[in-house]
C-alpha cells in the first residue's frame, strides 16, 4: 500500500551546532500530520529538499551521504510497514500509532514477534493514543495500585484538564504538551476555574491545590514515555507551585470543649462530635479513623495500617477515645461522608464558643489573598490530625516518637504540621528558658547591660 510518507528536514529542527534533524513525515486524515525521529542530523546546506536526501561533499564528522541515505531509506521502509500493519489491524488512527511506537532503531521483525508472543488479539486494536484516552488507561490501572484517596485526586485532575480543554478551544495532545501549554493551564486554574458547590461563583484554586494537578500530570506524562507510548516531552520547566498553607489547630481545652457539649437537642450531631474528638485523640486521617475495625484495637492500642501509604501505626488510646470506640461505638464506626463531617463539625465548634476571628493568607498570582473568618469556619476533618500533632509538639512529646503514631515519613512533612502562633512560640522558649536557669536569666540581665 502506498503511504504518504515523506523524508524532511523542518527549519525548526536546527540545533545549537548548526545541523538539522531529519524527520519521516506521515500526513494522516484530517490533517494529523506526524513527524518521526531518525536520529539523524546533518548541515541544512547538505540536504536536497526536492530529492529528500543528503547531498555529496558533506563533512566527514557528519557521516558518509551514501550510508546515510541508505539508513534513511531503511527506516522509510520499516515506517510503511509498520503503518501497513496498523491498516491491516484496524488500528484507529494510523499517525497517533507511528508517533507513539516507532523510534530510530525500531525493529520491524521484533514487533511481529511480539505480537505473535501475545496469542491474543493485539492490543493495539483497543488501544486509544489519545491524550484522555491514555489519561483512563493510566486512570485504570492505577486504581488497583493506590488508595481511594488517590483516584479521587487522579479524577480532580482529570476534571482540571477536561474543563481546559473546554476553555482554551483546543483538544489536548501530547504533541502539544509544551511549556506554553504548561502556562496557559496554570493561569486557567489560577483564574478561571469555576469552584464547583458554591452558592456565588469563586474562580481560581489555592496554589496547593494547583500545585497537586501539575505534579500528578507531570507523573502520568512520565509513566507514559516510560511505558514507550508517547515521545519524550521536556518537563523541566514544569514547576509544582505550592506555597506554606494556613491552617489551624485546636487546643486540648478546645476539644474538651466540643467533647462535653450537651447535643440533647441535636442528637444527630453526636457521632460527628465523637468522630472528631477521635481523630483529635488519635492523629489519623478522616479515611482512617472512620474506617477502625473491631479486630484494630488490641491491648489498649489502635494497630491500623493507613490507606494513604499501606504503612501501619500503632496508637496508644487516651481515654476520650477509648470511652468513645468501646463504650459509644461498640467498635463499629458510623458511616459518614467527608462533606457532611466537615459542615457538622463547623456547627460543633461554633455552638463550643470556638468563634475568634483568625486570618488567613493564600498568594493568587503575584497578589496575596487574606481572609478573615471566625475560628470555627476554618475547621475542616484535616484539623484533627493538625491538633494531634501540634498538640503532642508543645506538650513535650518527642518528635520521632509523634511520627510514629502519625506516620509522618520525614520530618519536613512533620513539621507543615505544626500549627502555633508566634505567642505561643515565644511562651514555648520562655518556658525553657525557665526550666533550664530559673530565675538566673533575670539576674545577668544587669551585668550583660552594664557591659
Not at 113 to 129: G, S
Not at 147 to 152: E, F, I
Not at 155 to 178: A, C, M, R, W
Not at 215 to 242: G, T, V, Y
Request: with cysteine; glycine share 6%.
Amino acid at each position: 500500500m502506498l503511504w504518504p510518507l515523506k523524508l524532511v528536514s523542518p527549519k525548526r529542527a536546527i540545533r545549537r551546532d548548526g545541523t538539522a534533524l531529519i524527520f519521516i513525515q506521515f500526513c494522516g486524515k484530517n490533517n494529523n500530520t506526524k513527524l518521526l525521529p531518525t536520529g539523524i542530523a546533518v548541515p541544512p546546506a547538505y540536504w536536497n529538499k526536492r530529492q529528500c536526501k543528503i547531498v555529496k561533499g558533506l563533512p566527514a564528522e557528519h557521516g558518509q551521504p551514501e550510508a546515510l541515505n541508505q539508513a534513511l531509506s531503511t527506516m522509510k521502509r520499516t515506517v510503511e510497514d509498520l503503518a501497513t500493519w496498523a491498516h491491516n489491524n484496524q488500528v484507529p488512527v494510523i499517525a497517533d500509532f507511528l508517533k507513539a511506537k516507532y523510534q530510530p532503531g525500531f525493529s520491524f521483525t521484533s514487533f511481529l514477534e511480539e505480537q505473535a508472543a501475545l496469542a491474543t488479539i493485539p492490543a493495539v486494536e483497543v488501544i486509544d493514543y489519545s491524550f484522555f484516552g491514555q489519561f483512563d488507561a493510566y486512570l485504570l490501572m492505577k486504581q488497583k495500585k493506590v488508595s481511594g484517596g488517590t483516584v479521587t485526586i487522579l479524577n480532580t485532575v482529570k476534571k482540571h484538564l477536561l474543563d481546559y480543554q473546554v476553555f482554551s478551544g483546543k483538544p489536548i495532545s501530547f504533541e502539544k504538551i509544551d511549556y506554553n501549554f504548561y502556562e496557559g493551564l496554570l493561569d486557567f486554574l489560577t483564574y478561571d476555574y469555576r469552584l464547583m458547590r458554591r452558592k456565588q461563583p469563586v474562580y481560581g484554586l489555592k496554589l496547593n491545590s494547583i500545585g497537586k494537578t501539575i505534579k500528578q500530570l507531570r507523573i502520568f506524562l512520565r509513566d507514559r514515555m516510560k511505558r514507550k507510548l508517547i515521545a519524550h516531552i521536556d518537563l523541566s520547566d514544569f514547576k509544582i507551585p505550592e506555597e506554606e498553607p494556613d491552617a489551624i489547630y485546636l487546643t486540648w481545652e478546645e476539644v474538651g470543649r466540643i467533647f462535653r457539649l450537651d447535643l440533647s437537642e441535636k442528637p444527630h450531631l453526636e457521632k460527628y462530635r465523637d468522630l472528631f474528638v477521635l481523630g483529635c485523640q488519635t492523629g489519623l486521617r478522616f479515611s482512617d479513623f472512620t474506617s477502625i475495625k473491631p479486630e484494630d484495637i488490641r491491648g489498649g492500642f489502635i494497630h491500623k495500617e493507613q490507606e494513604k501509604t499501606d504503612k501501619p501505626v500503632v496508637i496508644p488510646l487516651m481515654d476520650a477515645a477509648r470511652e468513645i470506640l468501646l463504650n459509644r461505638f461498640g467498635a463499629q464506626m458510623p458511616h459518614v461522608s467527608s462533606p457532611k463531617f466537615n459542615e457538622a463539625i463547623k456547627e460543633l465548634a461554633r455552638m463550643a464558643g470556638i468563634t475568634e476571628l483568625v486570618k488567613h493568607t493564600h498568594k493568587k498570582g503575584n497578589k496575596n489573598i487574606v481572609e478573615v473568618r471566625p475560628k470555627y469556619e476554618w475547621v475542616t476533618s484535616h484539623t484533627c490530625r493538625r491538633s494531634f500533632c501540634t498538640n503532642e509538639f508543645l506538650a513535650g512529646t518527642p518528635v520521632e516518637l509523634i511520627m510514629k503514631i502519625s506516620g509522618h515519613k520525614n520530618v519536613r512533612d512533620f513539621y507543615r504540621y505544626i500549627r502555633i502562633t508566634e505567642e505561643e512560640a515565644a511562651r514555648r522558649v520562655r518556658d525553657i528558658w525557665e526550666k533550664r536557669t530559673g530565675a538566673g536569666i533575670l539576674m545577668q540581665v544587669p551585668d550583660l547591660i552594664a557591659v
